[in-house]
Protein backbone atom coordinates (compact mmCIF):
# COMPACT_ATOMS: atom_id res chain seq x y z
CA UNK A 1 0.00 0.00 0.00
CA UNK A 2 0.99 3.32 -0.92
CA UNK A 3 0.30 6.93 -0.24
CA UNK A 4 0.36 10.39 -1.60
CA UNK A 5 1.05 13.77 -0.90
CA UNK A 6 -0.83 16.11 -0.26
CA UNK A 7 -0.47 19.76 0.91
CA UNK A 8 -1.80 21.36 4.05
CA UNK A 9 -2.39 24.71 4.74
CA UNK A 10 -0.90 26.19 7.63
CA UNK A 11 -1.73 28.35 10.70
CA UNK A 12 0.61 30.03 10.59
CA UNK A 13 0.63 30.87 6.62
CA UNK A 14 1.78 29.20 3.69
CA UNK A 15 1.34 25.55 2.86
CA UNK A 16 3.42 22.20 3.82
CA UNK A 17 3.68 19.10 1.81
CA UNK A 18 2.37 15.73 4.32
CA UNK A 19 2.79 12.02 2.91
CA UNK A 20 -0.83 10.52 3.66
CA UNK A 21 -1.82 6.89 3.44
CA UNK A 22 -5.00 5.78 4.06
CA UNK A 23 -6.26 2.29 4.52
CA UNK A 24 -9.02 0.36 2.60
CA UNK A 25 -11.74 0.23 5.26
CA UNK A 26 -15.31 1.76 5.29
CA UNK A 27 -15.20 2.39 8.74
CA UNK A 28 -13.48 5.40 11.08
CA UNK A 29 -10.39 4.62 12.55
CA UNK A 30 -7.21 5.97 14.36
CA UNK A 31 -4.48 7.40 12.79
CA UNK A 32 -0.81 8.08 13.08
CA UNK A 33 1.70 11.11 12.53
CA UNK A 34 5.13 10.19 12.26
CA UNK A 35 7.37 13.56 13.28
CA UNK A 36 10.48 12.52 10.86
CA UNK A 37 14.34 12.40 11.88
CA UNK A 38 16.28 15.40 10.68
CA UNK A 39 16.65 13.33 7.38
CA UNK A 40 12.53 14.10 6.64
CA UNK A 41 10.24 12.20 4.71
CA UNK A 42 12.17 10.01 3.36
CA UNK A 43 11.95 6.46 1.82
CA UNK A 44 12.02 4.68 5.53
CA UNK A 45 9.06 7.36 6.80
CA UNK A 46 7.22 6.53 4.09
CA UNK A 47 7.43 2.71 4.62
CA UNK A 48 6.65 2.93 7.93
CA UNK A 49 3.64 5.16 7.14
CA UNK A 50 2.75 2.24 4.54
CA UNK A 51 2.92 -0.46 7.05
CA UNK A 52 0.42 1.02 9.41
CA UNK A 53 -1.88 1.62 6.42
CA UNK A 54 -1.31 -1.86 5.38
CA UNK A 55 -2.62 -2.75 8.72
CA UNK A 56 -5.29 -0.65 8.75
CA UNK A 57 -4.52 2.82 10.20
CA UNK A 58 -4.45 6.16 8.28
CA UNK A 59 -0.44 7.09 8.56
CA UNK A 60 0.49 10.79 8.08
CA UNK A 61 3.86 11.84 7.56
CA UNK A 62 4.52 15.83 7.27
CA UNK A 63 7.12 18.07 6.48
CA UNK A 64 8.63 19.30 9.32
CA UNK A 65 11.37 21.25 7.75
CA UNK A 66 9.34 23.55 5.32
CA UNK A 67 10.29 26.52 6.45
CA UNK A 68 14.09 26.40 5.27
CA UNK A 69 15.21 23.10 3.40
CA UNK A 70 12.15 21.09 2.73
CA UNK A 71 12.13 17.70 1.56
CA UNK A 72 14.06 14.70 2.35
CA UNK A 73 17.48 14.95 2.21
CA UNK A 74 20.21 11.84 2.17
CA UNK A 75 22.36 10.89 5.18
CA UNK A 76 25.46 12.25 3.82
CA UNK A 77 23.91 16.05 3.26
CA UNK A 78 25.12 18.42 6.12
CA UNK A 79 21.73 20.47 5.93
CA UNK A 80 19.88 17.78 7.26
CA UNK A 81 21.92 18.96 10.75
CA UNK A 82 21.77 22.54 9.94
CA UNK A 83 17.87 22.36 9.19
CA UNK A 84 17.03 21.07 12.64
CA UNK A 85 18.98 23.83 14.63
CA UNK A 86 18.17 25.73 17.10
CA UNK A 87 16.70 22.49 18.47
CA UNK A 88 14.30 24.30 20.60
CA UNK A 89 13.25 26.64 18.23
CA UNK A 90 12.74 24.47 15.13
CA UNK A 91 10.55 21.80 17.62
CA UNK A 92 8.41 24.65 18.83
CA UNK A 93 7.82 25.74 15.41
CA UNK A 94 6.55 21.84 14.13
CA UNK A 95 4.11 21.74 17.07
CA UNK A 96 1.80 24.01 14.78
CA UNK A 97 2.63 21.53 11.79
CA UNK A 98 1.80 18.51 13.99
CA UNK A 99 -1.25 20.46 15.29
CA UNK A 100 -2.10 21.28 11.71
CA UNK A 101 -2.11 17.67 10.53
CA UNK A 102 -4.24 16.38 12.79
CA UNK A 103 -6.30 19.40 11.98
CA UNK A 104 -6.71 17.79 8.37
CA UNK A 105 -7.12 14.35 9.89
CA UNK A 106 -10.27 15.49 11.41
CA UNK A 107 -11.67 16.39 7.86
CA UNK A 108 -11.50 12.77 6.50
CA UNK A 109 -14.23 10.43 7.06
CA UNK A 110 -12.57 7.47 7.52
CA UNK A 111 -10.51 9.07 10.74
CA UNK A 112 -12.14 8.65 14.41
CA UNK A 113 -10.59 11.46 15.90
CA UNK A 114 -8.03 9.77 17.83
CA UNK A 115 -4.41 10.11 16.68
CA UNK A 116 -0.79 8.93 17.98
CA UNK A 117 2.69 11.11 16.96
CA UNK A 118 5.11 8.96 16.88
CA UNK A 119 8.76 10.45 16.77
CA UNK A 120 11.73 9.24 15.23
CA UNK A 121 15.21 10.91 16.33
CA UNK A 122 14.64 14.56 15.60
CA UNK A 123 11.13 13.81 16.17
CA UNK A 124 10.92 12.51 19.47
CA UNK A 125 9.89 14.90 21.63
CA UNK A 126 6.52 15.13 19.98
CA UNK A 127 5.79 11.95 21.74
CA UNK A 128 5.26 14.24 24.88
CA UNK A 129 4.62 17.40 23.22
CA UNK A 130 1.62 15.70 21.39
CA UNK A 131 -0.41 14.34 23.65
CA UNK A 132 1.01 17.74 26.25
CA UNK A 133 -0.78 20.13 24.04
CA UNK A 134 -1.52 19.32 20.48
CA UNK A 135 -4.50 17.08 20.79
CA UNK A 136 -3.17 13.90 20.47
CA UNK A 137 -4.28 11.00 22.48
CA UNK A 138 -0.90 8.92 22.49
CA UNK A 139 2.72 9.69 21.90
CA UNK A 140 5.37 6.87 20.71
CA UNK A 141 9.09 7.78 21.08
CA UNK A 142 11.59 5.54 19.10
CA UNK A 143 15.43 6.49 19.16
CA UNK A 144 14.47 10.19 20.26
CA UNK A 145 16.90 12.95 20.74
CA UNK A 146 17.05 15.65 22.93
CA UNK A 147 14.56 14.31 24.78
CA UNK A 148 15.96 15.50 28.42
CA UNK A 149 14.38 18.80 27.47
CA UNK A 150 11.40 17.54 27.46
CA UNK A 151 11.22 15.06 30.49
CA UNK A 152 9.34 17.85 32.74
CA UNK A 153 6.27 18.18 29.76
CA UNK A 154 5.24 14.68 30.81
CA UNK A 155 3.79 16.36 34.11
CA UNK A 156 -0.08 16.42 33.99
CA UNK A 157 -0.03 14.28 30.97
CA UNK A 158 -2.76 11.69 31.03
CA UNK A 159 -1.97 9.88 27.98
CA UNK A 160 -0.27 6.63 27.17
CA UNK A 161 3.40 7.70 26.39
CA UNK A 162 5.98 4.64 25.31
CA UNK A 163 9.24 5.42 24.95
CA UNK A 164 12.02 3.24 23.03
CA UNK A 165 15.82 3.30 23.05
CA UNK A 166 18.38 1.00 22.13
CA UNK A 167 21.47 0.91 25.23
CA UNK A 168 24.13 1.47 22.79
CA UNK A 169 22.26 4.80 21.62
CA UNK A 170 25.02 7.76 21.68
CA UNK A 171 22.02 9.81 21.55
CA UNK A 172 21.02 8.50 24.74
CA UNK A 173 23.50 8.32 27.01
CA UNK A 174 22.75 6.52 30.56
CA UNK A 175 22.03 9.50 32.55
CA UNK A 176 19.26 10.41 30.13
CA UNK A 177 17.92 6.96 30.24
CA UNK A 178 17.85 6.52 34.15
CA UNK A 179 16.07 10.07 33.63
CA UNK A 180 13.32 8.37 31.89
CA UNK A 181 13.20 5.00 33.14
CA UNK A 182 12.44 6.42 36.78
CA UNK A 183 9.17 7.88 35.57
CA UNK A 184 6.72 4.82 35.57
CA UNK A 185 6.87 4.37 39.26
CA UNK A 186 4.81 7.31 39.09
CA UNK A 187 3.39 7.98 36.20
CA UNK A 188 1.52 4.47 35.04
CA UNK A 189 0.83 5.94 31.54
CA UNK A 190 4.37 6.20 30.68
CA UNK A 191 6.07 3.16 29.25
CA UNK A 192 10.14 3.32 28.79
CA UNK A 193 12.15 0.37 26.88
CA UNK A 194 15.63 0.11 26.27
CA UNK A 195 17.09 -2.49 23.36
CA UNK A 196 20.01 -4.16 24.29
CA UNK A 197 23.05 -4.31 22.13
CA UNK A 198 20.78 -1.74 19.88
CA UNK A 199 22.03 1.60 18.57
CA UNK A 200 20.63 4.72 16.99
CA UNK A 201 18.45 4.53 14.41
CA UNK A 202 17.43 1.27 14.75
CA UNK A 203 14.19 1.90 13.11
CA UNK A 204 15.34 2.66 9.18
CA UNK A 205 16.43 0.26 6.99
CA UNK A 206 18.10 3.32 4.98
CA UNK A 207 20.88 3.00 7.87
CA UNK A 208 22.35 -0.23 7.89
CA UNK A 209 24.81 -0.06 10.48
CA UNK A 210 22.03 0.74 13.10
CA UNK A 211 18.89 -1.03 11.80
CA UNK A 212 17.53 -3.77 14.09
CA UNK A 213 14.97 -5.74 12.39
CA UNK A 214 14.00 -7.28 16.20
CA UNK A 215 13.75 -3.89 17.68
CA UNK A 216 11.71 -2.58 14.92
CA UNK A 217 9.42 -5.02 15.14
CA UNK A 218 8.80 -4.83 18.89
CA UNK A 219 8.54 -0.94 18.30
CA UNK A 220 6.20 -1.49 15.64
CA UNK A 221 3.88 -4.03 17.78
CA UNK A 222 3.69 -1.95 20.32
CA UNK A 223 2.35 1.03 18.18
CA UNK A 224 -0.15 -1.60 16.08
CA UNK A 225 -1.24 -2.40 20.10
CA UNK A 226 -1.64 1.57 21.42
CA UNK A 227 -3.57 1.87 17.48
CA UNK A 228 -6.23 -1.09 18.51
CA UNK A 229 -6.68 0.49 21.90
CA UNK A 230 -7.79 3.65 20.28
CA UNK A 231 -10.03 2.11 17.23
CA UNK A 232 -12.85 1.65 20.23
CA UNK A 233 -12.09 4.12 22.70
CA UNK A 234 -10.25 1.81 25.12
CA UNK A 235 -7.35 2.90 26.83
CA UNK A 236 -4.37 1.00 25.63
CA UNK A 237 -3.32 -1.74 27.68
CA UNK A 238 0.55 -0.79 28.93
CA UNK A 239 3.63 -3.67 28.78
CA UNK A 240 5.84 -4.03 31.72
CA UNK A 241 6.66 -0.37 32.17
CA UNK A 242 10.22 0.17 32.54
CA UNK A 243 12.18 -3.09 30.66
CA UNK A 244 15.17 -4.63 28.66
CA UNK A 245 13.36 -6.05 25.84
Known amino acids: MS?????????????????LVTPKTDDPVPAVVLASAVHGVDADIRAIADEFAAHGFIAAAPDLFWRSVPGPLSRGDDRAVQRSQPRREKINAGEGDMADTLA????????NGRAVAMGFCYGGPYAILGPKCLGYAAGISCH????????????????????FWGDHDHRAPAELRDAYRAIPSRMKNVEVHIFPDVLHGYMMRGNPNAFDPVARDVSMRRALEILDGLSDGRIPQLLRQDSNI
Open 3 to 19: GTTISIRSSDGGKFHCY
Open 144 to 163: GTQMLDYIQELDGVGEPVCV
Open 104 to 111: HLSTLLKF
